[in-house]
Nanobody, 122 residues
Framework: QVQVVESGGGLVQSGGSLRLSCAASGNIFSNNVMAWYRQAPGKQRELVATITSSGSTNYADSVKGRFTISRDNSKITAYLQMNSLKPEDTAVYYC????????????????WGQGTQVTVSS
């Protein structure tokens, strides 16, 4: 059983900062990818940032230079530091943990948290 729990969302003024946390627990393969996605009202869920277990990161163009993803492998926890927040960053932010098992056959594991609301007022 794998659990993924996000925390740290809230209401912040434009230009402010928030730090989201994502704690994963259970039977999780050490070589995994943790990611943050977000979904604004009436829009599709979109990728915000990813980080591999070795620390490689990737960001959506809309958040580059403002958001930083990091992780603590010993705690299986990922963080999203969000600076210079804009009203268009308002969304529910979801954490995702995934990995691939290749033996005895390829199988993709994919787990999601319940989401945390981030609201940026103008």
């Amino acid at each position: 059983q794998v659990q993924v729990v996000e925390s740290g969302g809230g209401l912040v003024q434009s230009g402010g900062s928030l730090r989201l946390s994502c704690a994963a627990s259970g039977n999780i393969f050490s070589n995994n990818v943790m990611a943050w996605y977000r979904q604004a009202p009436g829009k599709q869920r979109e990728l915000v940032a990813t980080i591999t277990s070795s620390g490689s990161t990737n960001y959506a163009d809309s958040v580059k230079g403002r958001f930083t993803i990091s992780r603590d492998n010993s705690k299986i926890t990922a963080y999203l530091q969000m600076n210079s927040l804009k009203p268009e960053d308002t969304a529910v932010y979801y954490c995702n943990v995934r990995w691939v098992r290749y033996m005895p056959r390829k199988y993709e594991y994919d787990y999601w948290g319940q989401g945390t609301q981030v609201t940026v007022s103008s």
